[in-house]
């Protein structure tokens, strides 16, 4: 049964810069769009960004003003989220989604059938 695995968070200084990922076991991730979502506490989770299965389309939320890049390596069964410029309001649990490819990845959460336990990243001086 598939499983994802977040990894690659922890407590960053403003302005710095993280990769986090989603690694997969039980299953390959090439016939999965994968999403990746952040909840803070005391908020609703969000989207983050998404990328298909061949990594030819990604999307990215317009909250992180280009500071999101997503990307994967299906030879290693992982996709990774580059979060650069680190901000206090990033601090959140962050997590990844998959679902069997409909060719365009989706930034609904609701649309993901597998998810990972998540990564916290905090994000303090």
């Known amino acids: 049964q598939l499983q994802l695995v977040e990894s690659g968070g922890g407590l960053v200084r403003p302005g710095g810069s993280l990769r986090l990922s989603c690694a997969a076991s039980g299953s390959t991730l090439d016939y999965l769009d994968i999403g990746w979502f952040r909840q803070a506490p005391g908020k609703e989770r969000e989207v983050v960004s998404c990328?298909?299965?061949?990594?030819?389309?990604?999307v990215s939320a317009d909250s992180g003003n280009g500071r999101f890049t997503i990307s994967r390596d299906n030879a290693k069964n992982t996709v990774y989220l580059h979060i650069d410029s680190l901000r206090p309001e990033d601090t959140a649990v962050y997590y990844c989604?998959?679902?069997?490819?409909?060719?365009?990845?989706?930034?609904?959460?609701?649309?993901?059938?597998?998810w990972g336990q998540g990564t916290q990243v905090t994000v303090s001086s």
């Open positions: 990328i298909d299965s061949r990594g030819s389309t990604t």
């Open positions: 989604a998959g679902r069997p490819t409909r060719g365009i990845c989706s930034l609904e959460s609701a649309k993901y059938d597998y």
